[in-house]
C-alpha cells in the first residue's frame, strides 16, 4: 500500500487502540468489562491490538444476572482462558442473598439490579477505570457520552456537567472514590461492529446465528422461552419470564441481534447463518438493534435513568 | 472495506447561537437521506404527540437527554452516525448556548468541517462570532454558512447577501481556507437534502451534496514522524525467546512516516538509534504513517518511557519549559496567573504554572485586549506557560497532536482549557550527536 490513507475501519481501530493504552498507561487498576457480546468480542480484538506481544494488563469482569442465555457463558468463558486473561464474574443472585441488592417488588428484568453489582465490584476490587463497550449509536442518551466518562464517588453520571474532551486528549485524573468508564467504541456503529468481525474473522457465540428455538409473545416482542427450572430447593430465576397460559409458544428460525439476558432479548426472524448474512439484514434494517430491547422501551428515558444511577 | 475504493470518513459538527436551528437541521438531513429508522420515526412521533401538539420535532433526534427535551435547548454534544453510498459521517451536534461554549469545543475539535448556523432574520451575532473563530481557532479547514430560516424571511437573496457579506468582513481575519455559503430551512428542509424551488437565484449544491464532495483527502500530517511513547510493551515472558528481550514503544504516531531501518531522535534524551522492528498484531510492517497506532523496536536499549517522543530526523520538533500558547478557558473559575494547573499534552502530563496573559480576543470585532487581569470562562486570549519538565512539541498549525494540550485544575480534575501550541523559536538542538552505544 503506497497511499497513506487509513480506511474508516482502520481509522477507528487506531482511535480505540489509543484510547486502551491510554487507559493502562494512566489507571492503577482497570477491568475490562467483558460479557461475549458482540461489542465486548471487538473490545478484545482490539486489547490484544493493544497490549500484545505482552499480555492484557487488566482483567475481565462481567456481571452476570442469572437470565443469561448459557450459550452466552461457555463462549465467555472460553474466549477469556484462549486469552490467558483473568475472568470475575459477580452475580446478580449473590448480591441478593447478601442483601446488597433488593429486587423492586415485581420486577421481572434484573437489568437494573446490575448496577449495584457493577459498583460492589468496582468497591471489592478497588477497580478505578472499567472498559466498556458501550457504542453511542446504540441510544440517544449514550449518544451523548465521552470516550472517558467521569463517575462519581457513588458510581452516578452527570450529563449536564460532564468534562470537556478536546482532540485525543483525555483527562483519567480522579480523587478517591472515584471511577471512570471508557468506551472505546464509541464512535462505531452496529455494522462497523459486524464489519470488523468479518475482516478480524472472530468467532461470536452462536446464538447471533439464525436457529430454531421456542419464543412466545409478549409486549411486540418474541421473548425466548427460557430453560426449564431443576434446582427446586431455589427460587425460579425466571420467574415471571416463562409464557404465561395466554402466551403459546412457537418453534421458530431465529437469532438474536442485541443482546441483553433472555428476558428482555426479543429473538429476531431471521435465516442468517453467517457473518455476511448478518451484515446484508443490518444494511437493510428497518429498526435499530436497540429496538429489540425490551429493557430501553421502558421509557424515553429509561437509559438515561439507568445510567445516571451508575449503569455501564 | 468495500472491495476497491476505500469509503471516506468525515466528520462534521453544527454549531451557532441558541436556537438557530442546529439540532433541525441535523434531524433533518438524517430524515431526508433515510438514515432513521422506523422505531426512532415512531418514538419521534410519540413524542410529538405529547408535547408538539402533533408537529414532529427533528430536534429531539439529537436532544437525547431529559433536560434537554423539556427546555428545548442542547446542553451537551450528542454524536450520529450516517452514511451514503459516498461517504460515512461522524455528526456532532454541539449546543449554542454560551454557557455550553465547553461542549462545543469539544464536539468541534475532531472535526473536519465545521457547519456555522445563522438565523436570518436575526443575522450574525455575537455567538455566531465567537464558534467562527473557534472554528478557525482550532483549524478545523472547511466551513459552511448555513443561513437558515429563509422561510421566515421570504426567501430573500437579499437578506441572504447581506448575512454573507457581515461574513465577509471579517472573515479574512481568520485561518478558515475554504468556505461555502447555503441559505436553507432545516425545519422544511429546502437545500438540505433536496434543492429548495424557493430559491432560484442559489445556484450552488444542497448540504448533503457538499458534504459528499468536499476535497479532505488529506487532513493528516505526513510530514516530520512524531511518536509519542504512550505505553512501554515489555512481555513479562522470560522462557520464549523471541518475546524475552523485547522492548516495545507502543503508540499512536502524531505525524509523519516512519520505515524501518530509519534513523530515530527519543527525546528529551536527544539519543539517537535506528527503526529494528515495526511490530503490530497483524505482523510486522516496513513502515508506517499517521495516525496509525504501532509498536516500535530500536535498536538500542536506550532508558525510554511514557511522554518520552521518538521523532525523525528531517524536521524536529522544539523542546522546551517556556511555552507560548492560545487557550479557550472552559471553567467558572478564572484563569489565574502564577496559579499552577496540570498540564496534559500528548502522553506526558507535568505540573505548569501561567506566567502571563498577553492578550484576550473581544469576540465582538476580534480586536485583540493586551494584559487582562484574567481569562473568564468561554474567553479565549494568550498566555505564557512554565511547566516542570520540558514539553516536546510543534505549532499546531503544523500539527494538531503534538501542538495541543489541555490544562487540568487541581483538585477538582476539573478539564479547564483548551490550549494550541505558537510554534517553537527553534528545533531542539540534542547535546549528543552520536548514535547510543
Ligand atoms: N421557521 C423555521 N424554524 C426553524 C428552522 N430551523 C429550526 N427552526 C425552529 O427553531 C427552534 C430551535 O431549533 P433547534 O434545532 O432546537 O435549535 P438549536 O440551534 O439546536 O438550539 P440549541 O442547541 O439549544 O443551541 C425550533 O423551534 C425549530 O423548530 C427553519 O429553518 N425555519
Ligand atoms: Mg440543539
Redesign the interface.
Known sequence: MSS????????L??EA??IM??V??EFERPALLFSGGKDSICLLRLA????????IPMPFLNVETGHEFPELLEFRDRRAKQLGAKLIVRTVDQAIANGTATPAPGEVSRNKLQIPVLLGAIEEFRFDCAIGGAR??E??????E?FFSFRDAFGQWD??N????????Y?G???QGENMRVFPL??W?E?DVW?YIR?EKLEVPNIYFSHTRDVFRRGGQLLPVPPPHTDASKPDPFAGGRPKPNEPIQSMVCRVRTIADMISTGMIDSPAITVDDIIGEVAA????E??TRADDKAS??AM?DRKKAGYF | ?SANH????LRFNTCGSVDDGKSTLIGRLLYDSKSL????IE?LER?ADITGGGQINLAN??D????E?EQGIT???????F?TPRR?F?VADTPGHVQYT??M??GA??ANLSIVLVDARLGVIEQSRRHTYIASLLRIPHLVIAINKMDLVDWSEERYLEIRAEFEKFLPLLDIKDVKFIPLSALNGDNVVEPSKHTPWYVGPTLLGHLETVHI?SD?N?NGFRLPV??V?????PTNKE?HD?R?L???IGSG?VKVGQKVMVLPSGMKSTVKEI????GKLQEA?????ITIQLEHDLDIS?GDMVVGLDVLPGMGTELHAKVCW?NQRPLQRGKKY?L????QSVQAVVTSIDSRININNYDVQPEPAELALNDIGEIRIKTAKPLIYDGYATN??TG???L?EQGT???VA?GMLQPPLEAVKPEYNDFAI
Open positions: 497513506y490513507h487509513l480506511d474508516h475501519l482502520q481509522y481501530e487506531t487502540i489509543h493504552r491510554e493502562a498507561a490484544e491490538k493493544a497490549f500484545r506481544p505482552s499480555d453511542r449509536d441510544e440517544k442518551a449514550r449518544a451523548k465521552r450529563p449536564k460532564q468534562r470537556p474532551e478536546i482532540w485525543n486528549v483527562n485524573r480522579l480523587n464509541s464512535n456503529t455494522m464489519e475482516q434494517a428497518r429498526v435499530t436497540r429496538g424515553e428515558a438515561e | 472495506m476505500p469509503i471516506e470518513l429508522m422506523e422505531d426512532q418514538a413524542s433526534l439529537t437525547g437527554l431529559r433536560a427535551r446542553i451537551d454534544v450528542a454524536y450520529r452516525y452514511a460515512k461522524i465547553r461542549n469545543v469539544t475539535s475532531t483527502a493528516w505526513l504512550q505505553w510493551n515489555r512481555p513479562n515472558n518475546l523485547f516495545g507502543s503508540g499512536q512516516i511490530w503490530t498484531y497483524d504513517f499517521c495516525p496509525q497506532s511514557r472552559m496540570f496534559k499534552h500528548a502522553t494538531r497532536l495541543s494540550f489541555i487540568i480534575n476539573a478539564t483548551a
